[in-house]
């Protein structure tokens, strides 16, 4: 056999057994129909007690809306028979991540209006370094980070070991391949996370999973933001209020943070997750942390907090921002 015939033998071969995969996985055939699929995340810090409950996000992929939300499901989260902790505990270290996300389904399948995409939702366990697992802004910086860099197919082989090392149900080794490289192809500021503190906002927070997904917008509502100085230096809180009330967005109380934060950071607390840009926009800002935590009665739809690298925000910066 001549060395031209085996090199495309070498070629031809994997290439059918990908096409063979493509077509037997249920998983594959919904990313190329371009429909959503839902799942969990459970993030756990290596070498922590494997007993505690892991890091909850219920995880929705949008392969048309080229979105991914991040949905944080706290321990105390209610679900049939007690809680998520409650769960956890009945179930045992070994099963714990798999009995928190069987008890956060039947939570969200009891909420109006949703429903699951593909049966059955996907369970990846993932050993994170120390504090990231207990950090929503970190678990999600580090994914944004990950999934927009230019290089990300490029060095995917370098990550390989990092996705064997994942812990997966519903998903096989070939199916969080394709996920993997669905999410490098998220558009920028896809990916939105959002932490449930009261489980009785659960419907509107999955009204915006849902509005995200088809490419549409929330009612709108009056956008008012409170700003906080999380920063070192004195006035700045004030600066972005003028800003923003000459943009004509409401300020209703502008203060000090209780801590000093590294970073510009936006919380949303009702209404429609897009507000954060529209402040992060009127203050010249390139990005930031954003999460979405809805209350039921906030101060504000929108807490700004001002951090450490506020430099970063072009009009807190200028002579003359206005």
Request: hydrophobic content about 45%; aromatic content about 4%.
């Amino acid at each position: 056999m001549n060395r031209g015939l085996l090199a495309a033998l070498a070629l031809l071969v994997p290439a059918l057994a990908a096409a063979l995969l493509e077509l037997s996985s249920p998983f594959c055939a919904g990313l190329r129909a371009g429909r959503p699929s839902a799942g969990f995340v459970a993030l756990r810090t290596a070498g922590s007690d494997p007993s505690a409950p892991p890091a909850l996000y219920a995880a929705v992929l949008g392969p048309s809306s080229r979105t991914l939300d991040l949905l944080e499901l706290p321990a105390s989260t209610p679900a049939p028979g007690g809680t998520l902790a409650s769960a956890c505990r009945a179930a045992g270290p070994r099963a714990c991540a798999r009995a928190m996300a069987g008890a956060a389904r039947g939570f969200l399948d009891a909420q109006p209006g949703w429903a699951w995409r593909t049966p059955p939702p996907f369970l990846l366990e993932i050993d994170l370094p120390s504090g990231a697992a207990s950090d929503p802004f970190g678990a999600a910086s580090r994914l944004t980070s990950a999934v927009s860099d230019p290089l990300f197919v490029a060095r995917l082989p370098l990550r390989l070991r990092a996705l064997r090392a994942v812990r997966r149900e519903g998903l096989g080794r070939y199916d969080l391949l394709r996920l993997t490289l669905a999410a490098a192809r998220l558009r920028p500021g896809g990916v939105a996370l959002a932490r449930l503190v009261d489980p009785r906002l659960a419907p509107t927070l999955l009204a915006g999973v849902a509005a995200r997904l088809e490419g549409r917008s929330l009612a709108e509502a009056t956008l008012t933001v409170e700003v906080l100085n999380g920063s070192d230096s004195g006035g700045v809180a004030l600066r972005a209020t003028k800003i923003l009330r000459w943009r004509g967005i409401d300020v209703v109380h502008f203060g000090n943070a209780p801590t000093m934060e590294p970073r510009v950071r936006v919380v949303v607390r009702s209404g429609r997750s897009e507000a954060a840009a529209e402040v992060l926009d009127a203050l010249g800002c390139p990005d930031a942390e954003v999460l979405t935590e809805l209350e039921p009665e906030p101060r504000a739809a929108v807490s700004l907090v001002i951090g450490q690298d506020y430099a970063r925000c072009a009009r807190l910066t200028e002579d003359s921002p206005f």
